[in-house]
């Protein structure tokens, strides 16, 4: 299920990518550039879990 708030991320494409990306890599530099995606890769696991783990909760309120 998609959250209404995230899908304008569906209509990002490669160009805006390279955008953000050089944005990211002027502010931050190359350096802190791999921590900064691990921490992001993080966030978005830990979030996608939460979302998991949401729904179950929410199946199972359904079910009983």
């Not at 502010?27 to 949401?54: Q, S, V």
């Amino acid at each position: 299920s998609m959250l209404p708030a995230l899908a304008f991320l569906q209509n990002i494409g490669f160009p805006e990518l390279l955008v953000i990306l050089l944005i990211v890599l002027l502010l931050f530099g190359a350096k802190r550039l791999p921590e900064i995606a691990r921490g992001m890769g993080r966030a978005i696991h830990e979030f996608k879990k939460g979302i998991k783990e949401t729904e179950k909760d929410v199946d199972e309120l359904k079910k009983s």
